[in-house]
């Protein structure tokens, strides 16, 4: 994990919730970063962007929902609703159980 990396995770140490912007796959990975350095009593959110230019499908927006889930993200959220068409909306899935 790079410096600053390290001192922003340094940062959260302690906090019951941090949330990942998570733009590409290194985010996801960096996500699982998070989760190892925070440990499973800080709730880890991992936060996509549905539409252009970070995800070019559903199936695209749930391979990444499925590998921030798996790199230790406890929620995943979605961000720039304003920004976004009604069809780049519509690969949001319902939320899970």
Avoid: C
Avoid at 15 to 23: E, G, M, Q, Y
Avoid at 53 to 81: F, N
């Amino acid at each position: 994990m790079d410096s600053s990396l390290f001192a922003m995770v340094e940062d959260l140490r302690g906090a019951d919730a941090a949330r990942i912007l998570s733009h590409g796959v290194s985010s996801i990975t960096i996500g699982a970063a998070y989760r190892a350095a925070l440990g499973p009593g800080t709730a880890l959110r991992a936060v996509l962007r549905p539409g252009p230019p970070d995800t070019a499908s559903a199936e695209h927006l749930s391979a990444k929902a499925a590998a921030a889930r798996a790199s230790g993200a406890d929620t995943v959220d979605y961000y720039a609703y304003g920004l976004a068409p009604l069809p780049v909306l519509d690969r949001i899935p319902p939320p899970g159980p």
